[in-house]
């Protein structure tokens, strides 16, 4: 009976595996697009604008060095351990107690790699609400992720992963998607109402632009893609 138990288990940490560097890819193929895209947007609003010539420098270099560092190091980390969350979620067999503990643990991580906190002021009286905002996406990437890691169907691409995980139901993940979006959306209106919350200390107003801009840009090629998997198979 044990080594039954021991093939069981071992079948279950295969396909728990296969799915995360699925996933694990694809998100970080969307972040280095999603980089891209906002240094595009950046050398077009720096090339069109009436801006000081001291300014353009400074933007420039500020965006190419936190997209390199700061931004694709904090998200890589993020991607990494909300997929850790997610397998200890499944491990605790999914208790709603064991998985509140999962996020206020490793939370503070999570954050650690956002750029919430790494380019907004702590002391800024709306930081509490972005701040807020993050838990919230961590929280919903977390069972999201978990809900695709538990897919055991012979999958071996993410547009797979995701049709069978969403129980080929495109309604589902279009509530998941827009949900994800929402909060981001709602993340970037803070900082439109007031760039003053942003560390950078000039070129704000073109780092705002480039973050509206980004985003919808990212939003349409989502839901462009969402539907190519559900619609186009």
């Known amino acids: 009976m ?3 138990l021991i093939g069981e288990r071992n079948l279950e940490e295969d396909y728990i595996e296969r799915n995360s560097r699925i996933i ?3 998100m970080i193929w969307q972040t280095d697009e999603a980089l891209e895209i906002g240094k595009k947007l950046v050398d077009k609003e720096l090339n069109t604008g009436l801006l000081d010539f001291f ?3 400074v933007v420039k270099t500020f965006y190419s060095y936190w997209s390199t ?6 998200t890589l980390k993020q991607i990494r351990l909300t997929l850790d969350c997610a ?3 499944i491990e605790n067999g999914e208790s709603e107690e064991a998985f509140l503990e999962i996020i206020e643990e490793h939370f503070p991580t999570f954050l650690d790699g956002d750029q919430t906190y790494r380019q907004c ?10 701040k807020s905002i993050t838990k919230d996406i961590f929280i919903t990437q977390v069972q999201e992720s978990a809900m695709l890691l538990k897919v055991k169907d012979n999958v071996e691409t993410y547009e797979d992963l995701c049709r069978v995980g969403f129980t080929y139901s ?3 993940a279009s509530f998941s998607l827009k949900r994800q979006l ?4 709602e993340a970037i209106k803070i900082v439109e109402r007031d760039h003053a919350i942003l560390k950078v200390p000039t070129g704000k107003n073109i780092i705002v632009r480039v973050l509206r801009k980004g985003f919808e840009k990212t939003k349409t090629l989502l839901l462009h893609r969402l539907d190519l998997i559900f619609d186009g198979y």
């Open 55 to 57: 300014i353009k420098p």
């Open 87 to 89: 397998k200890l979620t």
């Open 69 to 74: 560092h700061d931004a694709r190091e904090g």
């Open 24 to 26: 694990e890819d694809k």
């Open 121 to 130: 002021k702590g002391k800024h009286k709306n930081y509490d609400k972005l």
């Open 2 to 4: 044990l080594p039954d």
């Open 170 to 172: 495109k309604e589902k």
């Open 182 to 185: 929402d909060y981001k959306h």
